[in-house]
Each structure stands twice: as C-alpha cells, then as structure tokens.
T-cell receptor, first 119, second 109 residues
C-alpha cells in the first residue's frame, strides 16, 4: 500500500512552453502533498506544500506564478511549470501524506520523480 | 529555522565492516527524525524513524538530543546496502520535512 505515482516520468519541452506534472496517491487519500526539486547529486529541496481544496504554501524563493500547484482532490496534485526555461530543468519529486495517519505521524510516501529537460 | 546536516557526501566501507552515517540537526523544539534511502533507479523510501525505535535491515538510529544527532548505524554492512541515504527532520504537528544533503554509501565486496 501507500503508492504514489507521477506522470510523466520524463519530459522534454521547448523553452517558453508549459509543462504539467501529475502526482497521484493510488491506494490512499492524501490530505497533503509535497513537491520537491532535486538537482543532480544534490538533496531534495521542498518547493511547496499542497493541501486539498486550498492554496499551496510555497517555500521562500519559489515563484508561485511560475510553479502552479493544484490539489483538486484527495488523490491528485498537479505541478505546472509555466513558461519553462533551461534553468528549470531538474528532477521533480512529489510525496504524499496518508490522510489516516493523523497529525502526529509525518511519514511521506514518495513518487518516482519526473525529469524535466527544457531545451 | 530547522536544519539537517550530513557531513559526509560519500562513504565507502568493505562488506562486513561496521558503518555509521552521521546526521546532525538544529531545531529547538521537538523534532521527528527519519532516515530515507534511495537505491539505484528506485524512489525514495522510508528506512526508519526515531519514534519507532526499530531496526530495519539491520540498521538502527538513536536520537541523541544532547548532541542533536541521529546517526544511522549497522554493525555489518552488506553490498546491497549501497545506496543514497537521506536524514530528514519533521516538526511535530507540522507538515514540513527538511532533508539533509545525503550520503552515498558504497559497500565494496
């Protein structure tokens, strides 16, 4: 159980276009989903926290108008990279927290990641 | 602000040798500490968390509040332990999780 999927697994796009990445919790409901960015050989950097039915909370330095997050249901969150540029090329990882876990249990289940390459 | 430090980017040991991956954190409140592991071409997955006080795949980690450390240990490393290990801190009753830079462990035959 507790499987998180991401689609697509990789995407190549032209500079200036927008790319949407989906994150789904397959066998549980996620009140909260998280979006991370990982540069080569570096750690995960939290970009934003996404709560179902409300606006995402962005980390300092992350442009909310560039990285649009929508958490429309308890099993789906989307990250849209708008007007992508080569510097947006990275590995984007989502994670989800099981709704049943309660506030005192902070385990996150991770998706496999999406590699974005902007030409 | 909370911070997680993993001082070693790379760690290499021989099979059967003990291994310790260091993790230090800075936070004044009551943190929850985790170790996540990422095997080659696989997603990040939870290895263990301090509240469980369990041993997973022979690994243990003890939270030392005095030293603000949560080092990961295994007495006899195996080749299949080769992976990227991340220490993470989460605040009690908070969604945020902060990751350390990660340590790549290589266990040589």
């Amino acid at each position: 159980g507790a499987v998180v999927s991401q689609h697509p697994s990789w995407v190549i796009c032209k500079s200036g276009t927008s790319v949407k990445i989906e994150c789904r919790s397959l066998d549980f409901q996620a009140t909260t989903m998280f979006w991370y960015r990982q540069f080569p050989k570096q750690s995960l950097m939290l970009m934003a926290t996404s709560n179902e039915g409300s606006k995402a909370t962005y980390e300092q330095g992350v442009e909310k108008d560039k990285f649009l997050i929508n958490h429309a249901s308890l099993t789906l969150s989307t990250l849209t990279v708008t007007s992508a540029h080569p510097e947006d090329s990275s590995f984007y990882i989502c994670s989800a927290r099981d709704r049943r876990a309660g506030l005192s249990y902070n385990e996150q289940f991770f998706g496999p990641g999406t590699r974005l390459t902007v030409l | 602000a909370q911070r997680v430090t993993q001082p070693e980017k790379l760690l290499s040991v021989f099979k059967g040798a003990p291994v310790e991956l260091k993790c230090n954190y800075s936070y004044s409140g009551s943190p929850e500490l985790f170790w996540y592991v990422q095997y080659s071409r696989q997603r990040l997955q939870l290895l263990l968390r301090h509240i469980s006080r369990e041993s997973i795949k022979g690994f243990t980690a003890d939270l030392n509040k005095g030293e603000t450390s949560f080092h990961l240990k295994k007495p006899f490393a195996q080749e299949e332990d080769s992976a990227m290990y991340y220490c993470a801190l989460s605040l009690y009753n908070n969604n945020d999780m902060r990751f350390g830079a990660g340590t790549r462990l290589t266990v040589k035959p």
